[in-house]
């Protein structure tokens, strides 16, 4: 037990993996089955949790910190857990009861991190709104900075979302490393994202109805949030698609000592470090959304990847782009076009005789539950807003009769 502690602190210290990936390993070994029991009861019981010493050694534990700053929690017992915490953290503070928070500081800006991650999804009170407004408000007429307060509102919004404290926060060095890292991830990288908006070349104009409608969604959402990756070591092109297929082998006389290769629907960039492995590889990441572009530049600037070229554009548009590649990989992109056989056909166009085309598409029998929660919104009738989509989450969660609907928050999706 104390080895397999050591390696899961080993692995979540570390930031050359993705720890969303061991996220459940990490879960079990954390809530063995007895101290899980004993959580479920508290959970349930009505008393108060920030006084129970169960809950208050968790807190304090290294693991589930890093589990909150790195990885997205993927799992509903804990989301309940967070959500019920976060509802008391929040009401001791306005009760002025501050005093019982002071232990918990690090808790609290591990799960302003987590809340980041997950896009503020966990639902929220009408009751705990208007306090966090006022919340708000008080920080923003306060000259003086209480990390407190910011940490617990960094938990309900996003900080940068305000001028007045992002002007606050900008220069200010605490004396806690975990401050520093909140307002990096809070305000610092969000404002990087702003800036490199202007970097990135522009490819004709979006003029596509289904394209405008895509990217609009991703400009509001990038998709994924993620904060660390793994670190691959590069090597041949054609070893790593070996690698990919076996047991089934491709044999060629095209060496792909340096190929170049289009993410076409690279999103934030997380399809792009996998690419990078290739060795020498050439590689123009293309999306429609110019936030996620951003997000994609920052991260892969952050790994100092130097063989990457972003481009703002529609992928109907680059049969224009008078450019050819040895490989070219589109995943999760096709499907959303109104007629993606026509995507289908520029890409084609793009690749060289010799290339390759890797292609990843819906699963028809995999997003049967996906269909199903679809009806369910529409049964509901749920809106494109932030509260209905908080509410239809908890909806779905309370639907314990309907089995193909509870398959939803089985996915990673489910939480962000």
């Given at each position: 037990s104390v080895g397999l502690k050591e390696l899961f602190l080993f692995l979540f210290?570390?930031?050359?993996?993705?720890?969303?990936?061991?996220?459940?390993?990490?879960?079990?070994?954390?809530?063995?089955?007895?101290?899980?029991?004993?959580?479920?009861?508290?959970?349930?019981?009505?008393?108060?949790?920030?006084?129970?010493?169960?809950?208050?050694?968790?807190?304090?534990?290294?693991?589930f910190l890093l589990i909150l700053q790195k990885s997205l929690i993927v799992d509903k017992f804990l989301e309940k857990l967070l959500t019920k915490l976060r509802y008391e953290i929040l009401y001791t503070l306005i009760n002025s009861n501050q005093n019982i928070l002071k232990g918990y500081f690090d808790f609290i800006v591990s799960l302003a991190q987590q809340c980041l991650l997950n896009e503020y999804v966990y639902v929220q009170s009408k009751k705990e709104i208007n306090q966090v407004n006022q919340l708000k408000n008080?920080?923003?007429?306060?000259?003086?900075?209480?990390?407190?307060?910011?940490?617990?509102?960094?938990?309900?919004?996003?900080?940068?979302?305000s001028k007045n404290i992002t002007n606050k926060l900008l220069d200010y060095k605490s004396k806690n490393i975990l401050f520093n890292d909140l307002i990096t991830m809070q305000i610092k990288e969000p404002l990087k994202e702003i800036k490199l908006v202007n970097s990135i070349k522009s490819f004709d104009k979006i003029f596509d109805a289904v394209s405008k409608k895509v990217r609009e969604q991703y400009e509001e959402n990038p998709y994924p949030r993620w904060r660390y990756t793994y670190k691959y070591l590069p090597s041949n092109f054609l070893f790593q698609l070996n690698k990919d297929i076996n047991p089934n082998k491709v044999k060629y006389s095209n060496k792909f000592v340096s190929p170049n290769v289009l993410i076409a629907g690279c999103g934030t960039g997380k399809h792009i470090t996998m690419a990078e492995r290739y060795l020498?590889?050439?590689?123009?990441?293309?999306?429609?959304?110019?936030?996620?572009?951003?997000?994609?530049?920052?991260?892969?600037?952050?790994?100092?990847?130097?063989?990457?070229?972003?481009?703002?554009?529609?992928?109907?548009?680059l049969k224009n782009l008078n450019r050819k590649f040895d490989v070219i990989e589109c995943v999760?992109?096709?499907?959303?076009?109104?007629?993606?056989?026509?995507?289908?056909?520029?890409?084609?166009?793009?690749?060289?005789?010799?290339g390759f085309l890797k292609l990843g598409l819906y699963s028809e029998i995999s997003r049967q539950s996906i269909v199903r929660a679809r009806e369910f919104i529409r049964e509901k009738k749920f809106k494109n807003t932030i509260e209905d989509i908080r509410n239809c989450r908890k909806s779905i969660v309370n639907e314990k009769e309907d089995p193909l609907l509870q398959k939803v928050f089985i996915g990673q999706d489910f939480y962000s």
């Open positions: 210290r570390k930031n050359n993996i993705n720890h969303t990936e061991i996220f459940h390993n990490a879960k079990l070994f954390l809530f063995i089955e007895d101290k899980d029991n004993q959580v479920r009861k508290i959970i349930n019981s009505e008393i108060l949790l920030l006084t129970n010493t169960v809950i208050k050694s968790l807190s304090n534990e290294e693991l008080k920080i923003v007429n306060n000259k003086r900075i209480n990390e407190l307060e910011m940490a617990i509102l960094g938990c309900y919004i996003p900080l940068y979302t020498n590889a050439n590689i123009l990441g293309v999306d429609l959304s110019l936030v996620s572009l951003a997000y994609a530049k920052r991260k892969t600037d952050e790994l100092c990847f130097k063989n990457i070229e972003f481009l703002h554009a529609d992928i109907l548009q999760g992109t096709l499907h959303h076009m109104k007629d993606p056989l026509i995507g289908l056909k520029v890409l084609l166009d793009l690749l060289e005789p010799h």
